[in-house]
């Protein structure tokens, strides 16, 4: 079976720090509010120059560079997003000409939200292996959002958790244990009449009624607690690997208590579980990209490494998928 392993990494952050003391200036909440509910001190935001496809070609510049892998060896280029500059064209699409990429291959975006790390490298994995090249036989997978745009500045149950920032990586495929699972519970997001409100993007009527994100907070946290673990053993077993043989758990970062509770529950070492949510908050499709791109500057990740990624998003959709680290 061909699996995947991950040749390098690549991070862009905005130059914005907003800080739980920033947000109490402009709304009811404080600190400790925040902290104790979700576990997050800090967040970046775009600035001035700034946007969700700048942060993209940035962070696969950066994983393209450090791979040691040519032009001419790129088969595919995808985006994990929901919020690119534009519906079309993709984000993708337009790292072609920056990067100097060839043009005769794939370039396109994925949005499964915050599942969208697992949904873009399995499709990656999928794609490489369906089209066997040996003259282009990597992929550049990044992730990103620019969700600041889409917080409505009177709802703190989302402007408090959501970030901008985006992770890239280089992958290709080798011989080796592999798994995948992924998957939607429709019946939880939003239905026709918009009586379940999960999570999901509004969009502007003829009134020019602004695009927010909206969020059921209690319902994504039952969602989320029930999902992972669910994700996290499918995959595993599927790979015909235990619990013991992952070095690495990177679950999105949506909320502390979430991977909190997920550590718990299935009584998993705690110190296996990376977790940034602190510092960047919650980015989306972008979030477990980042995990290892800082994993991978601050040393923890090692030549062999099974890191088992998860996510849970708008959809609500579920992903989670084994790679190896180069």
């Not at 077993?237 to 299935?266: P, Y």
């Not at 949510?277 to 290892?292: E, W, Y």
């Not at 601050?298 to 490494?305: I, P, R």
Request: with cysteine.
């Amino acid at each position: 079976m061909y699996s995947v392993k991950i040749i390098s990494t690549g991070l862009a952050l905005p130059s914005r720090t907003i800080t739980n003391d920033d947000l109490a200036k402009v709304e009811e909440t404080d600190d400790a509010w925040i902290r104790k509910r979700t576990g997050i001190g800090e967040r970046r935001f775009t600035g001035d120059g700034e946007s969700a496809n700048q942060l993209a070609l940035d962070a696969a510049r950066s994983a393209f560079e450090k791979s040691g892998v040519s032009k001419e060896q790129i088969g595919l280029v995808m985006v994990a997003t929901l919020s690119g500059n534009y519906s079309t064209p993709s984000v993708a699409s337009q790292m072609q000409e920056p990067l100097s990429l060839p043009k005769d291959i794939p370039y396109l975006d994925v949005n499964a939200a915050c599942s969208g790390a697992a949904y873009a490298i399995e499709f990656a994995r999928s794609y490489l292996a369906a089209n066997l090249n040996p003259q282009k036989p990597y992929a550049i997978v990044t992730g990103v959002e620019e969700l600041s745009k889409l917080l409505d500045p009177s709802d703190r149950t989302t402007n408090i958790i959501f970030g901008d920032g985006a992770g890239a990586v280089v992958m290709t495929l080798e011989e080796g244990s592999y798994a995948s699972t992924l998957g939607a519970e429709s019946s939880l997001a939003i239905n026709c009449g918009g009586a379940k409100n999960s999570i999901s993007l509004n969009t502007p009527d003829a009134s020019h009624t602004p695009s927010y994100i909206r969020m059921d907070g209690k319902e994504v946290f039952r969602f989320a607690v029930r999902i992972l673990p669910y994700c996290i053993s499918e995959t595993v077993s599927k790979a015909g690997l235990t619990f013991e043989d992952i070095d690495w758990f990177i679950c999105h970062q949506a909320n502390k208590r979430i991977i909190d509770h997920v550590v718990r529950a299935m009584k998993l070492p705690k110190e296996k579980f990376y977790c940034n949510v602190d510092h960047i908050g919650n980015t989306s499709g972008a979030s477990i990209f980042i995990c290892l791109a800082e994993m991978e500057e601050q040393g923890l990740l090692h030549s062999g490494d099974t890191l088992l990624l998860a996510g849970f998003g708008s959809g609500l959709t579920w992903g989670s998928c084994v790679v190896r680290y180069r």
